[in-house]
Structure formats: C-alpha cells, structure tokens
C-alpha cells in the first residue's frame, strides 16, 4: 500500500514537471531533477521494500572517527 | 538573484539557525566531558565560533558579485571546483536529514509516543517543501515573527528557573584543569558553531553589505550567550550526573517548574521553542543545499529539483540511523571532525588561496 502510493506520488510529479520543464526548454533542469528524481525514488521505495542501501553514515564514521579519538587523545 | 533580504533579517536567521537543535541536546554533550565546569566550555566555544564565522564572512566579502560556488569555481578551478561544491551540498542536505531526525525523535519521544514517525516527517517534509518554494524573502519575512516567540519562551524558562537554581552546583571550579573544558568546548564548537557555513549562501542575498561582518559575528555571539546561559541553568538545576544521561536536558529541567503550585507543566514553553528554531534550522539547511544543488549545476531555477530533494531528505532522516541513540553516537563521535572540515578548514583554505591569487594579478 505504501509503496503503491509512494510510486503513484512520485509518477505523477514527475509527469507534470517534465512536461513544464520541456514546455520551457530547460534542458539542463530537465537532466538534474530526471537524475535526481531517481535517487529519491531508490531511497524512498527501497527502503519501503527493504531493499539493500548503502548508508553514506558508516564511510563518514569509517574515515572520521580515527580523527576524533585522536584528537581526544590530544586533549587529555 | 533577485531576492533580498535585510541586514537586521540575516541577524534573526543566524540567531535562530545556531540556537536551532543545539538548544536542547548541547548540555549534555558539553557536560558529558567538561563536567561542573561546562558553562566555561559553553562561553569558550562559542567565543572560538566568532572565529569561525568572522573567517565565513571575510571569504564572502572578498566575492561581492559571485556566489559561494562561483567563488568555489574560481579559487580551485571548474571540475574540481564544482565537486566541492557537490560536497557542500552533501553536507547541507545531510544536516537537514539530521535535523529533521532530531525534530521528529523529540515529537515522538515526549509527546506522541505511539504514533508512527512517518507522519512527523512527512508534516516536516511539507513545511520544508512550502518554505523553500516560497524563497529566501519568506523565509526570513516568517523568521521574523517567529523568533521573538522562541526567544520569549527560552528567556522566559530561564527566568521561571531562578528560585529553584543552586548555584553551588558548579563548583569546584576548574577542579581538573584545564583539559576538561578543552574536551567539553570541542563537540559544541562543531556542533552549532562550525555548521555557520551554511550562510554562505545566504549572505549573497544580503542588500546592504557594508556592516556585515559586525552584524553576523554579532548574532552569533548573541545566539551564543543564550546557549551559555541554557548550559548553565542545566547544570545548576539538574546536577551534574542526571544532565549528561537524560536525552533532552533543558526539556528536563523545565518540567521541574512549579510556582506556587498552580503554575506548572511550563515545559511546553522550551518545546514550543525549540520546534521553531529546529523547524527553521531545517528550512535553513534544506533551501541553503537545494540552491547549491541549482548552482553547481548552473539551473536556471532551482525550483524545480526540491521535490526529489524533498523525498531524498526525508528518507535520509529514515534511513542514516535506526534510532535516536545512534544519531547521539553519530553526533558525538564523526560529526565533529566531519563539520570542522567543511565548515573551518576549508572556509580557511579558500581565504589563502583568495589571498594569493590578488597577490599574483
């Protein structure tokens, strides 16, 4: 049900500002929101079908965490 | 760029953008290290994050005419100039999905326990998408009312707070050295401080640039004060120990009014406050990365990508952690180096090169 209706919102929004953005010739807006339109979706559905995703959160920790347990070690 | 907004609206937006989440999760995480002394950490670190928006400021003034990613293209060149600028845009939606997290685990946590959390984040996620197609002006126009209405209910916890505070609470000070207060001032400073990058974009839009800086370090330091002033009645009220466990400090402490035995149950003040200021801090975040989105990829209008930008934050805010004890690790053990990076280091990078190239033309 949710996943439908998450599809549905996200087919219809896509149709109405494709057809605005090529009524106005913006070819290059036209790309980034078909581009940008597609990771939603990914995310959105993905996570509603339990898709695998990769989490962006765990390479954040993976490179930063060293730096901060040093510089913690620097302070005490 | 059409839209302006004024010196005076920049001032409320910083104020209530750096007040914004920090007011009820930063005693804890000062308090966490820096113990009884947390109140220094809090003046301290909010004096080091003058520094760092006076750095912000300085690199925007160099640029009067360019916005901050042309400024991005200039200094390093078009393709890597243009990656960074899709780093920074990275970063400002992935504070929105933490924001939003935020705002939704308080909701749910204190009030609404039962209720899914998709409808907290989808009521945000409309906020966020009626906000940013309304522009900059709006934003800043509705920032306006809505301040003195949070700042009223933080001063007016603060000052129901007095009868109940005892002020030996923090003593003894400076029991440990100085090392502590270094530990605890380090999380604030990335924290609220460092994530200041953000304006950025949203100084270009300032009419009247002549007392910027003055107006922009100023707010700063002002949203600063009443951050210390948070910390300390925190510390003085709930002790030490029960401050550095509870999730939601301040929200604590303010349920503990009670004056003359019919004024009670103030708390709702402090959330009211802290649902506008998060809800701005979102908006803030969200509109500052859908415009360097446009501009990276030079859009005509940046209008036309918040929706997937709308969809993609809010199931970030789902999907970054499972719960409200992995987003406070999160905080606490990457953002900090994460945030100095984007908000300090390269802000300061940029000022050097800035500074050589005038010297070579």
Known sequence: ?76 | MKEKISSIQLAFLVINFTIGSALIFLPSSIVNHSKQDGWISAILSSLIGAVFAFIIVSLIKRFPNKNFMEILEFLLGKWFGRLIGLFYSWFFIHLAALVLRNGVEFVKINFMPNTPMAVFSLAFGIIILYTSLSGIEVISRVNDIILPISLIGIWLTIILMLPIIEPDKISPILANGIKPILRGTYPALGFPFAELVIFTMIIPFVNKQKNITKIFVGSQLFAGITLFFIVLITIMVLNIYPTEISLFAPFNVARLISIGDFLSRLEILISMSFIISIGTKLTISFYAGTLAIAQVFQLMDYRSIIIPLVIITVSFSFLLEEDIAEVISFASTTWTPYSFLIGVLIPLLLLGISFIKNDKS
């Open chain 1, 1 to 76: 049900m949710a996943v439908i209706s998450v599809g549905l919102l996200i087919l219809v929004v896509s149709y109405l500002q494709i057809k605005k953005l090529r009524q106005q010739k913006k070819k290059k807006d036209l790309y980034v929101f078909l581009g940008l339109m597609a990771i939603a979706s990914y995310l959105s559905i993905g996570q509603l079908l339990n898709i695998y995703i990769p989490n962006p959160t765990n390479g954040l920790r993976m490179i930063f965490s060293p730096i901060n347990t040093w510089l913690y070690q620097l302070m005490s």
